[in-house]
């Protein structure tokens, strides 16, 4: 089967694109055809054999200030014209996008419903919905303040404009609202035939939408690996981990104050961000930088607890996945798609977000009980997750439905 793969970017930056990477990778081991759309770049490692990108633009720069960057940002002729070029050429069964927006654009749907219309009536379009940029124009249901936000559902776009919601820019705001209203207004999802959402709690978000909601199928994100039986033999040590992003969103600040009213308990800090030097300040907390690899999985899996205290609606977050996969339970707030990840009272807990006393209970309550833990981090070990064959295999069976 011939599989085009879009992202804005083709080289490995962020969450869209290690998924587009490894999901490309896979398929193409399993004997597709596959090939990449998305801007130029000389750090691109994924491509296409017929030479076609379209031309990037740093938005964060001074290329705002001009009339025609304002105008590409919400509808890029180039791409348009581009992929039609190369959708005629390569003639693709499915086509996959994933982070598209302000570079390519929602303008390349047009090209591919008139692909399928003209070309290729069996071509199928799947958009993986990474966030909440179809029903948000800020992408993550949060206000300036990171606090949740719905004031956008049902179509209410220029709520963005009025709060700032967009890194508190008026311009930005306002390019967040006009993008998401014309995209909408001119009902180009129409040629969408799914869209795949990470967490159930997104697929019921993206619902609300009833130009979306008979659209939606929702498939945890996939891992490229099971637990390794190396990590099997790890000994549990005396420490509870955090590791991500060092943020207020994040709920770290939340947590550090648990930490400082916990002061028997060791807690190990993995990430960056911006509470780097706070976390150094607390004499029970221990910043151990960014770790990746080899040495985070260690990380993960001699911790007794790890906790996943997200203040914002997060969509299916790794954090979870990971550390159960390596035999950590998992202490989860109640926000977004997190208590869909964990086994209450099997792989771990839930406690409401931003709740100090709740989530110090919690963690007592867990850390006194040793064999309460011991028999979660073996119900984590034996707990399945989606991998790139189950999740290969889902799209396909998606894909073979219409």
């Known amino acids: 089967m011939r599989i085009l ?10 969450g869209a694109e290690t998924y587009v990477i490894k999901l490309g990778n896979h398929l193409k081991k399993k004997g597709h055809d596959v090939q990449y759309f998305g801007l130029k770049n000389e750090k691109n490692i994924l491509t296409n054999e017929f030479d076609l990108y379209v031309k990037d633009l740093d938005f964060e720069k001074k290329n705002l200030k001009t009339f025609f960057s304002f105008i590409r940002i919400i509808h890029c002729h ?3 014209r581009k992929i039609y070029k190369l959708l005629k050429n390569y003639k693709p069964d499915m086509i996959i996008l994933n982070n598209i927006e302000y570079h390519l654009t929602p303008s390349i749907i047009l090209s591919i419903g008139k692909y399928k219309k003209k070309i ?47 890194k508190n820019s008026g311009i930005k705001s306002l390019i967040g609202s006009i993008d998401s209203w014309y995209w909408h207004k001119r009902n180009v999802y129409k040629y ?10 997104l697929k019921q978000k993206l619902d609300t939408n009833d130009e979306l909601e008979n ?75 960014f770790k990746k690899g080899n040495e985070l999985q260690n990380l993960i899996a001699s911790a007794r ?31 977004g798609g997190i208590p869909e990840l964990i086994s209450i ?4 807990e839930i406690f409401e977000a931003k709740n100090v006393e709740d989530l110090k209970n919690k963690i007592l309550m867990l850390w006194n009980d040793k064999e309460k833990l011991k028999q979660y981090s073996e119900n984590c070990k034996k707990k399945e997750c989606e991998t790139l064959e ?10 073979e439905k219409k």
């Not at 793969?5 to 962020?14: A, D, I, Q």
């Not at 199928?124 to 990171?146: E, R, T």
């Not at 969408?192 to 709690?201: G, Y």
Request: with cysteine; aromatic share 14%.
């Open 120 to 166: 290729n009536k069996k071509a199928k379009l799947f958009y993986v919905a990474h966030d909440y940029q179809l029903i948000c124009p800020s992408h993550g249901l949060f206000d300036v303040n990171i606090e949740p936000c719905e004031k956008c559902l049902k179509g209410n776009y220029w709520n963005c404009y009025k709060t700032k919601c967009l």
């Open 215 to 289: 659209k939606t199928i929702a498939i945890h994100n996939f891992v490229d690996t099971k637990f390794d039986l190396e990590n099997e033999r790890t000994e549990k040590k005396d420490y509870i981990i955090y590791f991500g992003k060092l943020c207020k969103d994040k709920g770290v600040e939340t947590l550090l104050k648990v930490v400082e009213m916990l002061p028997k308990i060791q807690f190990v800090f993995a990430g960056y961000g911006s509470l780097e030097e706070k976390i150094e300040k607390v004499k029970n907390a221990k910043y151990v930088g």
């Open 390 to 399: 189950t999740y290969t295999k889902k799209i396909f069976q998606i894909y």
């Open 305 to 335: 607890l790890s906790i996943c205290p997200s203040e914002w609606y997060e969509n299916c977050p790794f954090s979870v996945i990971e550390a159960q996969m390596y035999g950590t339970p998992v202490l989860g707030s109640n926000m």
């Open 78 to 80: 180039e791409a348009q």
């Open 345 to 348: 009272g099997k792989t771990g």
């Open 192 to 201: 969408v035939d799914n869209i795949i959402c990470p967490s159930n709690f």
């Open 5 to 14: 793969l879009v992202n804005k970017f083709l080289y490995p930056k962020g």
